[in-house]
Every structure is written in structure tokens, then in C-alpha cells.
């Protein structure tokens, strides 16, 4: 199957069948294995890369995986690629500050991102940090185009005694803009649509401080695997009833941002057709695929706010080894609808 | 009879959470039952309080496909799998890269390129797709530009389908394959329009189904199968090694006596038609590859539904 | 458009909706006015000419109150019960509106920190607050004045003059509008917002100097928005004159320590004009600053302060009555909509929740069953034969009322004799015997604990309305939420509500356990990463409270509340104590007078009685129970090994642990064995 811009995601093992080539590769690393798997890939089907980034969160480490890691994903690239870097950026709960740091690492070492083939594999990135990066890279680099890797949990490890509940975080620090994105507040009403993950908590975290007047949900279906679907709308039942949204229930698949921006689109256009001032506001709680297809409608949408519930704590060990790996090229210039 | 199930069940803290979650799943995203009663009927098969406990973690379990995830199934399926999967037949050298023509022609091409069938005679689920299907896609796709015809039509009738491409068959489930393998053999290849039209490529869509079953649909016929959802493996069988909906093993070893029992009264395959072991439920009907217990009615009063199947 | 209520309104469900916002534009329908009843308990007048504070956390009815002061929902009020019509604002004419206008003597502007509003608006942009706010309020302005110039009060020379002082306050980016209130509006929304929020989102990647060469920076001058254009609208339209604008704002928690100076700043600056401020938040900072001065706001003089959850909280106010009477009316409206319970002739609460008896509820707990003498006799064992034992149970027992006897067993082990106690039992059934009266009054409640101890797994119901509005402690929306939570219960399990068939007591008691639940979970929903540490805290102190309650010795019974140097608590324990306060998970209440004079009074705390059904406690407020400075500190800061030595300490201090003493050969009076404590309300 054909891997066609901003409209397919295809496994990385289908698409690399024959030898491929990028200038730039940015990941980012983590506690979670499966940051390492793209590096593993790309090696094992010889890819050549120019210049590596590493991204390194400043953040506590006490069994020492992400360090265990960022060593492996390094030893990997060093072998396909002709410069690896370990970028030392900030907090994961400060994006503002580590994309900034960013800028001026890129500038300090001369890397140039203009017209270059660039590869960004997003999976153990924050939502927040790679919303931000690739605004910057649209507003201030003129990126126009650029690959995309995925690689999914096998599957979610953290259950709660009680009730099967999936936890992969803990605690609260702050309900926020992510940075880039704060939208439009001239109307006095606010409509949020919430992209479901699966913790319900979030949601309502979410809801709560945005008190708005309509809300709308995007559950992920078809999910990851199968089933899955289910566990997030049970999580979220209470937020559903709440806030109403259970009468506004969407659906995008998990593992398509392409078709999730298309369900964000079409949300969109539904509320505006019924209200005409109303702040729009999107919180992008399920899978990182799902919040770059928010990511791509937002980077067309200056209007759109894009929030998100910081927690206090991820819990380390939440992710269990991998899954598929996916690939897909988006054009940020012109996006396809259905 | 109502209140005694309720006794049953507000007498277990674990019982009670489960009945809690099937109502608040009911009341939110079912919206099936409304009221309790006709769970109460269908616990009230149940002789006592294991089996009653057993029944409801089997009812937490089901995976219920209500009418908004059906429709959305069918849209994905036609606007994003198939649209991917024909995109080289779509296009052929004329791709442009603009994002207009993908939609403009691929809608071309459903419209003067595809033919629609619900697979299978007029009495099984497939031609129930149609409808759910035409109002999942109506508004990227006029009714009238989607060509449908009858199963037994397209069996014994000419049709004109010499500038057709892709012929579409529509169903809900798919258990073990073998219906479908047999159909094809038996049905479809010795058919005068599939012998007088050799270049047409055959589509089996489903909502979702056994990754057994489409492999063998795919290793025995030449149909390619295009599930909505992910398919399903062994997990997904109620009393399998791996069930994920009686995790515990003791426990499922009694849910399934208890099941097979009871299901040998109902139905001749008494864990779902060729031992699929199934527990899945759509909105529009229940595939028979769910276990009987779950959907058997029986006409003596003697066994309740809970999603009954309508033949 | 503005959405009806009737959107979200379920009439089998009428407890569903609880937000202000899902109540849209009939939110006065089911406004239940507070003014007067937050005026008669705080002695504040919340439309007075002082600046107010109005502190409550989420389901108060803070914002209720603020935005019902505001000028659309008076008009609709006015409009419905004075005029007595069903027209819209638009259509009052000049005389209606004329006669509303002069009937108040204040018009109110709502305005809500948004939380995703304020955010961005820091570090180099941060001076940007005020012109940005000052711009806000200015919409709002022009909206009331479009409200008053649809009614003809306005004419097109004042229209022309207040229009021409607005757009003069706007230096960058210059105006080329109309000098008319739709230009002013239209400047606002097509030029000056678009400009603010490119700058707020530029401000996360590019530096002050790029913005500005990209967009520019607007100059505004926003105190003579705020002020001057009050007081040029107050001093220009006679019907006006001697009125205030009351700038309401909603949620000030949101801003960042910078805003707040400025909101400061803005209600120092605002003494001498027509414009008031009234600030709903659910904390009160514990300090106000005056921008940047190093001034301080100080209560009296600068502000007043009404603290919502303590002015309604029926456990200190001594106004339970009003706070009762004010809950039931907000159900009742509810009831009063739902067409569907009308039909059922269901139109009280009280018809849907009735309240049990203690003594009902003891009777059918024990049904007739003989569990509660087991722990009894096996005390009475270690010194008397078979016979002695019954003989003394003979004098104590009463099946009639099980809390009766285990008041007899409670004197048993205070040392009264069995004959005794049967004579004082006897007295009081006949309405003698004060003491009797006393103590059953003080302890009949926690003894219904001991009696659920003593017959597992059942457990304490916690079933009717007066319970439920006791459980609200204080929180409106908790009372809308735990009978919503015992309706939905009741629905679940084939619930068909008639006049005669109220929802079940075991429903009830679900609703308010899963209620009790999801507020406890709910604690790890502070932001500022101290939510896990407050729901830590709560969970110690309510297993020591639970822990109380099962003392058989009562020394305090029911303790719900305890007693520290609030002063001596420090660094991060403050921290999270202050948490649980701010949001309400812990309440004060004013302190108890000591035990003793040369004692000092000490600060008051109970736990928020929406967990009563959670840890199984009472949720009156009882008993007095020390827990020093130092205890707190590590109950909260403590790892497990000190947490767990802390609350047996606790413990172990507010219960007596040793055997029951024998008579003694003077005579005791029951006063010698139980204080009475005079601080008692409830």
C-alpha cells in the first residue's frame, strides 16, 4: 500500500523496503522502551540519516532507564547517522522554555532545518513539547513538510486495584494554554471538544476549569487494539455525564491523526454552524496520534485553543514494551479533508 | 422475580459495581435498555448467586456496537480503508498530489466503478448492512450514486459489469470464514457474472470479526477482506487460554460449564456457531458466533435474551 | 445564541444539571436568591458600596450570586416577578426600562477569569494584563449600553460622546471607526482582541522585540477605561447618576500573583468612583497587594470578605435552619420543573428522601438479633458466673430501642450499677431524668456506629434529606449532586417514583456512598501538585476519627472535628493544610472556649462532612479532639512507620483504652464522668 501524504499511515517495516534517506532525525528519550524502537528500525533496514537530535528532559531518574536508553537509541543512530546529538532540554513540564533552549542549540551548532528532509519520531515526546516544536518549526523555520514515527505501547501496564482502571498518571499541576496555541477568547462562551484518553480524571480536570457551555468528546475508535475503545469511554463516563458530552459523542480512530483532524473539523464546523461566538477549545487526551491530528488542525486554525491538564507526576513503568511502529508524511501547507 | 435478582446483587459489593457499570454504559452509550428490566429477565435464567455473578461479568464484557459506532465503522471502511486499499486502482498514473482530486475522484469512482451487495441471502445480516451503510456515507455520497443490488440478483441475473471494478460485499461479522469460503465456492465462481467478468476485484467489508476467519477468507478465496475495526484474536474468545473477559481461570472454567449448559438447550452449537465463542453484540442484530446464552430466545419462555438475534 | 436549560434538562433527572453555565440563559429560574441570607448571617450587604470578596469553592453558588447581580439576569428578574411578563430584554420599553433603573442602584458587569484566557499572559507580556482586562471590561460596558440604548433611553449625542471618550483612550493601534457603540464594539473585536491574542500566541517563541516589529503593541490607557468611562456614562445620563457599576469578577484564583496585584491595584484605585468591585474566588490570597507599591489591601477598611461556605455551613453558623430552608427550596425548584415527577404528585423533596429515625434505623439493623451483648458479656465474663451475667444484662436490656442499650452498657463500664441504670432508664421514658435525657442526646448518635461494629458487614446508612443537606456541609451543589447520585442509584435498579413509593433507604444510602467516593477521589484534582499529599491528609484524619468512633468509652463521642495551633504549622505542611482548606476538604469553624482558663483558644477544623459516608463517621459536628502542630506535620510529611505512630498517639490520647473502673464507694454523678461542652451545635 502506497504511503500518500497527509492521508495514510503505514507500518515502518512496509514502508522501508527499500533503503531511505533524511537529513534530520529528532526523537526524544525516555523511561519508556519504546523510545528506542524507531533508532532499532532504522538501523536494522540501514536507513542513512545526516544529523540525530536526541531530546534529554531534565527529569528524575531513578532506576536509570531513560539514561539506559538514550545510550541505546545513541549507539544506534551512531551507526547510520553521521552526527548525534543529546539535546539537554528542560522539564517535560515546561515546554515553553525547552523549545526556546531548542532554538538557540540549533543556532549554537549550525544545524539547519530549512528545506532539509526531517524525521520526527514523536512517541515518548509530551504533547505539549512536540505541539510547540512543530509549531516553531512551521512559524519560524518554514517547515512545509515532514515524517512522522509512531511507535505504540504493547500495552498499558499501571492498573488500580480496583475496577481494571488504567493509571498512568498521578496528581494535578496545572490546567493550561499549551504554549502556541491560546487561541481565541473574544466570545464569552467557550465549546470545548475533548479527545478521550483513558483516564477520566483528565477530563474532568479539563472540563472543570474550562466550564464550558457546550462540550463535545472524540472517543478512539477503531482503538490501538481492540476493545480499547471501551475502556476509555468507561473512564470517562462520569465526564460524559457531566458535561453533557455523551449526547456529543464523536469518534477517530487511534491510530490515525489524519482522520482525527477530519473528526475535529467537522465538530468544529457543527458548533459554529449552531453558535456563532464561541470560543473553541480542544484538549488532546487520547493517543499522541490522535493529538497530532489536533496539532494539524490547530496549525490551521489560529482560533483554536489547545489545553492540557499537566500532571504532577507520569508514572514511570505505565507503558509495557511496544507495539507497531507507523510512519506517515504530513505537508503542512495543504491538508486533505475526506 | 425482579426483586429477588436486585437482593442478589445488592448483596455483593463486586456485584454491585458490575450491575453499576452495565446500567451507566447503558444509560450513556448503549442506550439499549433504558430500564433494568430486561437485564433482571435475563439474569432470572441464572439459577443462583455464582452464576448470577458470572452472568453479569460476561454482560460488562460484551462488546456492544451501538448505531453511531456502526455507521462510523461503515464510513471509515468505505472513506478511509477502501480509499487507501484502491488508491493505485483509483488513480492509476493520473495522482496530481492535490488533495481535491483524491476526493473528487475517488466518489467518481464509487459511483461508475462499484457495485454494493449485502452478502448472503436475504435472511442473514449481510443485506441489513445496506441501510446502516447508506447512512453512514450519505453525505460524502448520494444515495442514488451508490449501486446496489441483491445478492441472489447478482447470483442469477445478468449484470452488466463490464466497466465495473470492484464489486463490494457487505457484512457484520465474520466468525471461522468458512461461510463465506463456502459461498464463494459454491455460489459466487460458478455464477455467470463472475465468469463472464474476470477483471472485477471482490471486497469482503465487515465491521469486524476473527483474524482466523479473515486469513482463511483470504488463503481461499480471492476475495481481500476490509475489516472496521482491528480483527480479533483468541482473547476475544470468551473461554480461550487468553479471555480477557474471564481473566481468572477457575473462573472461567465454571463460567463455561455454566454457559455450555445452558447453551446446549439452545442453540446446536452451544458456545456460538462453529464454537466461535463470541461475545459481541451489534444494534441491529447479534451474530450467531456469540455465545446463545446471550442472544437465544426461546419461545416457550423457558430461556430470555439479552440482545436477542432476529433471523 | 444563548442555549436553553431545556437542552440539558432531564425531567426524570431533575438534580442532573448543576452548573450555572449548563443553565444557560434561564438560570434565574432556578436561582434561589443568597444575598439576603449570606447578609443576614455575615452582616455584609453584597450589594453595598464596599468591595467585596466573595470566597467559595466550585458548587457555592459563588458565581450564581455574582452573575445574578449582573445587569441581564436583574432584567430578567425584573421582567418576570415585577412586570410579570414573559418579554425579552429587548423589548422593554423606555418607560419599563426607566422604572427598573430606578428601582436598583447599581449595574453589574460580569466578567470571568478564564483560567485558558489568562495563562499566556506573562513574563515579557505580562504588563499586558491590564490594557487587555480593561478592554474586556469595556465590552461588557457597551453591551449593557447597547441593552439601554435598545430601550431609547440613550440618545445619539451620548451614544456619539461616550463612544468618542472610549476610542480616545486608544493610542496604538489608532481608530478609524464610527463614534457610534456598534463601531466601538466592532474595534474591539476585529482589531484590537485579533491583536492581543497574535501577541499572546507569538509570545511562547518570539522575543518582545520581534512582536512588536511583527503586530506592534497596543497602548491603551486602561484606567480611564475602567474608571473614566464609568464615570463619564455615570455622570452623563441623568437616569444614572448616583448609581455604581459593579464590575464583577468571577474566579480570580486563575490569575498569577502579578494579575492579582493589579486587581489590587484596580480596587484601591476605584475608591472615590463609581465603580465597585466585587471579586468571587474560591481562596481568599492571603495577601492582596497594590501592584507593585508593597501596599497591602486590608479588611475592613479597603475590602469586606464573605466567605460563602461559612456563611451557609450549618455547623458553626447557628443558622441551620436558613440553610436547610434554602436547600430544600433549591430541590423543590427543581421538582417544580420536571413535569414528569409533577404528574407523579411528587413536588417536595421530602417526598422523594424521607429521613429515618435513629431509633428506626437501630431496630432494623439489629432485627430482633442479639449481636450487640457479645462484646459485653465477654467483659462481663471475666468476674461474674453465667447467672450473675444475665442478671445484669436483664436490668440494662430494652429491644425497643438498641441505642438504649447500649447507653446502658456505656454506663455499665462508666461504673454506674445495673440497678441504677435501670431506674434512670425508666425515669426517662417518662420524660425524668435530665441526665439520662443529656447523655442520650450526646451519644445516641455515635452509639448507632457501634451498634453497625457490632453487626458487620453492615454499615452506617447515611439515608433522607435533612442527612444530605448535612452531608452538603455547606456546598450547595453537594446537595444537588448526592440526590442526583441517589436518584440515578434508585433508576438503575427499576425505580418508578409515586407519591407512596419513595426512593428506597439502600438507594439513598448508595448514592451517598458513591458521592462520599468520587468526592475523595476527587482530591487528587488540586492543582499545584498537592493533591495526592491532601488526600493523603484527609485519609489520616478521617481513620482517626473513624477509629474514635469506635471507642467504647466515648470520651468525645461522634469526633468530626479537632482542635490545633493552627499558626505553629510550617513549610510544605502548611502548604498542603491550606490546600485542603482552600477546597473546602477541610472547613473551619470557630473555636471551642478551652477546657480550662489558663488554656489558650486554638483554631478549629472539621472534615468536610461530604466524607462522612467514605470513612463511616458522623457528619454532625462533635466532639473535640487535640491534634497538635507537630502531629499534623507528620501525618503529613511523615513516611508510613511515623504516619501510623502519629494516629495511634492520636488515638490513644482522645480514647480511653484502660478497662472500665469499678464503682466507687462515693457517689458519682454523671457529671464527674462526662464534660459538658457548651460549644455544642448540632
Redesign the interface.
Known amino acids: ?2 504511503l ?5 499511515i503505514l507500518p515502518i517495516e512496509n514502508f522501508l523496503i527499500q533503503p531511505r534517506e533524511w537529513d534530520v532525525f529528532i526523537s526524544c528519550g525516555s523511561f519508556e522502551k519504546r523510545c528506542t524502537r524507531s533508532s532499532n528500525i532504522f538501523m536494522d533496514k540501514k536507513v542513512d540519516i545526516g544529523t540525530s537530535i536526541i531530546f534529554n528532559y531534565k527529569e528524575t531518574d531513578l532506576e536509570n532507564k531513560k539514561e539506559e536508553n538514550i545510550q541505546s537509541m545513541k549507539s544506534n543512530l551512531e551507526q547510520i547517522c553521521k552526527c548525534v546529538q543529546i539535546f539537554d532540554t528542560e522539564s517535560v513540564s515546561l515546554p ?1 522554555e525547552g ?2 533552549k531548542f ?1 538557540m542549540f540549533l543556532k549554537e551548532e549550525n544545524i539547519d532545518l530549512l528545506n532539509k528532509q526531517l524525521i520526527i519520531d514523536i512517541t515518548v515526546f509530551t504533547k505539549a513539547y512536540f505541539f ?1 516544536l512543530f ?2 518549526m512551521k ?2 523555520l518554514n517547515l512545509h513538510e515532514c515524517w512522522v514515527v509512531y511507535t505504540e505501547p504493547e500495552k498499558y501496564k499501571s492498573k488500580s486495584t480496583d ?1 481494571n482502571e488504567i493509571i498512568l498518571t ?8 499549551i ?8 466570545n464569552s ?2 465549546a470545548l471538544i475533548v479527545i478521550l484518553g483513558f483516564e477520566g ?1 483528565r477530563s ?2 479539563v472540563f ?7 462540550t463535545y468528546a472524540v472517543n478512539g ?3 490501538f ?3 480499547w475503545h ?1 475502556i476509555s ?2 473512564a470517562n ?2 465526564f ?3 458535561s ?1 458530552a ?1 449526547d456529543h ?1 464523536f ?1 477517530a ?1 487511534a491510530v ?1 491523526p489524519f ?1 482525527t483532524r477530519n473528526t475535529v473539523s467537522r465538530i468544529v464546523e457543527e458548533i459554529e454552524k ?3 461566538d464561541i470560543n473553541i ?1 480542544v484538549s488532546p487526551l487520547g493517543t499522541k496520534l490522535q493529538a497530532f491530528g489536533v496539532l494539524l488542525y490547530a496549525l490551521g486554525n ?1 482560533k483554536i ?1 489547545v ?1 492540557y491538564p499537566f500532571p ?1 507526576v507520569y508514572k514511570p513503568d505505565y507503558s509495557y514494551k511496544y507495539g507497531p511502529t507507523w510512519i506517515f508524511k504530513v505537508n503542512l501547507d ?5 | 422475580m425482579n426483586h429477588h435478582i436486585k437482593n442478589i446483587i445488592l448483596s455483593n459489593e463486586r456485584m454491585k459495581d458490575l450491575f453499576s457499570s452495565i446500567m451507566e454504559k447503558d444509560r450513556h452509550y448503549w442506550k439499549k435498555f433504558g430500564t433494568p428490566d430486561d437485564i433482571f429477565k435475563w439474569l432470572n435464567n441464572f439459577l443462583n448467586k455464582n452464576e448470577i455473578y458470572l452472568a453479569l461479568v460476561l454482560a460488562d464484557n460484551i462488546l456492544y456496537y451501538n448505531i453511531n459506532e456502526v455507521r462510523y465503522l461503515w464510513r471509515l471502511i468505505l472513506t478511509n480503508r477502501v480509499k487507501r486499499y484502491l488508491f493505485d486502482d483509483i488513480f492509476e498514473e493520473d495522482y496530481s498530489g492535490k488533495a481535491e482530486d483524491i476526493t473528487n475522484q475517488f466518489t467518481a469512482f464509487i459511483k461508475n466503478k462499484c457495485i454494493f451487495i449485502g452478502f448472503g441471502e436475504i435472511y442473514k445480516s449481510g443485506p441489513h448492512m445496506i441501510y446502516p451503510f447508506h447512512q453512514a456515507v450519505s453525505n460524502i455520497i448520494k444515495k442514488e450514486d451508490i449501486h446496489f443490488i441483491e445478492y441472489s440478483n447478482f447470483l442469477s441475473s445478468k449484470v452488466d459489469l463490464s466497466d465495473k471494478k470492484v464489486i463490494f460485499l457487505l457484512d457484520d461479522f465474520i466468525g471461522t470464514g468458512n461461510q463465506a469460503v463456502k459461498q464463494w465456492k459454491e455460489e459466487i465462481i460458478v455464477s455467470e457474472n463472475y465468469k463472464s467478468n474476470q477483471h472485477i476485484r471482490f471486497l469482503y467489508t465487515a465491521l469486524t470479526g476473527f483474524l482466523s476467519g479473515v486469513e482463511n477468507i483470504e488463503k481461499h478465496t480471492d476475495m481481500k477482506v476490509i475489516l472496521g475495526e482491528s480483527p480479533m484474536d483468541d482473547s476475544f474468545r470468551c473461554f480461550s487460554d487468553s479471555s480477557l473477559i474471564y481473566e481468572d481461570a477457575a473462573e472461567r472454567e465454571k463460567a463455561k460449564e455454566i454457559m455450555e449448559t445452558a447453551g446446549k438447550m439452545l442453540y446446536e452449537y452451544p458456545l456460538g456457531y462453529e464454537n466461535d465463542q463470541a461475545v459481541v453484540a451489534f444494534c441491529h442484530n447479534t451474530p450467531n458466533n456469540s455465545l446463545p446464552v446471550i442472544w437465544k430466545k426461546m419461545g416457550d419462555g423457558s430461556w430470555y435474551p439479552l440482545f436477542e438475534r432476529f433471523e | 445564541m444563548e442555549k436553553d436549560i431545556k437542552d440539558r434538562f432531564d425531567e426524570t433527572r431533575p438534580f442532573d444539571v448543576v452548573r450555572a453555565e449548563d443553565f444557560g440563559k434561564d438560570l434565574w429560574e432556578f436561582y434561589e436568591p443568597l444575598e439576603e441570607l449570606i447578609r443576614n448571617i455575615s452582616g455584609v450587604d453584597i450589594t453595598g458600596s464596599r468591595p467585596i470578596f466573595l470566597i467559595g469553592g466550585r458548587g457555592t453558588g459563588k458565581t450564581m450570586v455574582l452573575k445574578f447581580l449582573s445587569l441581564e439576569m436583574q432584567l430578567k428578574d425584573f421582567i418576570k416577578n415585577i412586570l410579570h411578563q414573559n418579554k425579552s430584554i429587548e423589548e422593554l420599553s423606555t418607560e419599563e426600562m426607566r422604572a427598573f433603573l430606578n428601582s436598583k442602584n447599581f449595574i453589574g458587569i460580569y466578567l470571568r477569569f478564564r483560567t485558558t484566557e489568562y495563562d499566556s499572559i506573562k513574563g515579557d507580556i505580562a504588563r499586558l494584563f491590564n490594557p487587555y482586562l480593561s478592554i474586556k471590561t469595556a465590552e461588557q460596558i457597551f453591551k449593557f449600553l447597547m441593552i439601554l440604548k435598545s430601550s431609547m433611553l440613550l440618545s445619539d449625542e451620548h451614544e456619539a460622546k461616550i463612544a468618542e471618550y472610549f476610542i480616545g483612550q486608544i493610542k496604538e493601534p489608532e481608530p478609524r471607526v464610527k463614534n457610534n457603540f456598534d463601531g466601538v464594539l466592532k474595534l474591539m473585536r476585529e482589531n484590537i482582541f485579533p491583536q492581543f491574542e497574535t501577541i499572546f500566541e507569538k509570545s511562547s517563541y518570539c522575543s518582545i522585540d520581534e512582536i512588536k516589529k511583527d503586530c506592534g503593541i497596543p497602548i491603551i490607557i486602561s484606567k480611564n477605561i475602567i474608571f473614566g468611562l464609568a464615570d463619564c456614562i455615570f455622570t452623563e445620563m441623568d437616569f444614572l447618576r448616583k448609581k455604581s457599576l459593579f464590575i464583577l469578577l468571577d474566579e480570580l484564583e486563575y490569575l498569577n500573583d502579578y494579575q492579582k496585584q493589579c486587581i489590587g491595584q484596580l480596587i484601591k484605585d476605584s475608591d472615590e468612583t463609581s465603580v465597585i468591585f466585587k471579586v468571587g474566588s474560591r481562596y481568599m490570597p492571603e495577601v492582596l497587594s497594590v501592584g507593585e507599591s508593597g501596599e497591602v489591601l486590608q479588611e475592613p477598611h479597603d475590602f469586606r470578605k464573605i466567605d460563602i461556605t461559612d456563611a451557609l455551613n450549618a455547623a458553626h453558623s447557628g443558622r441551620k435552619g436558613d440553610y436547610c430552608k434554602l436547600i430544600k427550596n433549591i430541590l423543590n425548584k427543581r421538582l417544580a420543573k420536571s413535569n414528569y415527577l409533577k404528574d407523579k404528585g411528587i413536588t417536595d423533596i421530602q417526598q422523594l428522601f424521607p429521613n429515618i429515625t435513629i431509633e428506626k434505623e437501630a431496630v432494623e439493623l439489629v432485627n430482633g438479633r442479639e449481636k450487640h451483648w457479645g462484646k459485653f458479656k465477654t467483659f462481663l465474663k471475666k468476674s461474674g458466673s453465667e447467672k450473675e451475667i444475665d442478671n445484669i444484662i436483664d436490668y440494662l436490656r430494652y429491644p425497643s430501642n438498641p441505642i438504649i442499650e447500649k447507653l446502658n452498657m456505656l454506663l455499665y463500664y462508666r461504673g454506674e450499677s445495673p440497678q441504677k441504670i435501670k431506674e434512670m432508664r425508666e425515669e426517662y421514658l417518662c420524660g425524668k431524668n435530665e441526665q439520662y435525657v443529656h447523655l442520650y442526646q450526646k451519644n445516641a448518635f455515635n452509639l448507632l456506629f457501634q451498634l453497625y461494629s457490632d453487626y458487620p458487614p453492615s454499615k452506617k446508612k447515611y439515608v433522607g434529606i435533612d442527612v444530605f443537606i448535612h452531608l452538603s456541609s455547606g456546598i450547595i451543589r453537594y446537595a444537588v449532586e448526592l440526590c442526583n447520585q441517589a436518584i440515578n442509584t434508585a433508576y438503575n435498579y427499576g425505580y418508578e417514583p409515586a407519591v407512596e413509593k419513595p426512593v428506597e433507604f439502600v438507594y439513598q444510602d448508595m448514592g451517598a456512598k458513591n458521592h462520599a467516593e468520587l468526592q475523595f477521589k476527587d482530591i487528587t484534582r488540586i492543582p499545584g501538585n498537592l493533591g495526592l499529599d491532601v488526600q493523603n491528609f484527609i485519609t489520616e484524619i478521617g481513620t482517626i476519627f473513624r477509629e474514635l468512633h469506635l471507642s467504647p468509652h466515648l470520651v468525645e463521642p461522634e469526633p468530626t472535628h479537632f482542635e490545633t495551633y493552627y499558626s505553629e504549622i510550617k513549610d510544605k505542611a502548611k502548604q498542603v493544610f491550606d490546600a485542603a482548606l482552600n477546597h473546602y476538604y477541610l472547613q473551619k469553624k470557630p473555636p471551642m472556649e478551652p477546657k480550662s482558663s489558663y488554656e489558650t483558644k486554638k483554631n478549629d477544623f472539621l472534615i468536610n462532612r461530604g466524607f462522612a459516608p467514605y470513612f463511616e463517621i458522623s457528619y454532625k459536628v462533635r466532639g473535640r479532639t487535640y491534634i497538635s502542630a507537630s502531629q499534623i506535620y507528620n501525618l503529613i510529611m511523615g513516611n508510613d512507620e511515623e504516619k501510623k505512630k502519629t494516629r495511634k498517639e492520636i488515638i490513644k490520647k482522645n480514647a480511653k483504652k484502660e478497662g472500665p473502673e469499678k464503682p466507687k464507694a462515693s457517689q458519682i454523678t454523671l457529671f464527674d464522668l462526662i464534660e459538658v461542652n457548651k460549644n455544642e451545635t448540632d
Open positions: 500500500m502506497r500518500i501524504e497527509n492521508l495514510s515553553s523549545i526556546k532554538l510547540l509549531k516553531i512559524e519560524k475496577r498521578e496528581g494535578l499541576d496545572r490546567v493550561e494554554s504554549p502556541g496555541f491560546v487561541g481565541s477568547s473574544v462562551k467557550d480524571k474532568r480536570e472543570n476549569s474550562v466550564d464550558p457551555g457546550l475508535f477503531p482503538s487494539q481492540l476493545g471501551k469511554l468507561e463516563l462520569l460524559l455525564q457531566e453533557g455523551s459523542l469518534f480512530p490515525d482522520e449552531k453558535n456563532k477549545i489560529k485553543k489545553i504532577s495543504g491538508l486533505i479533508g475526506d
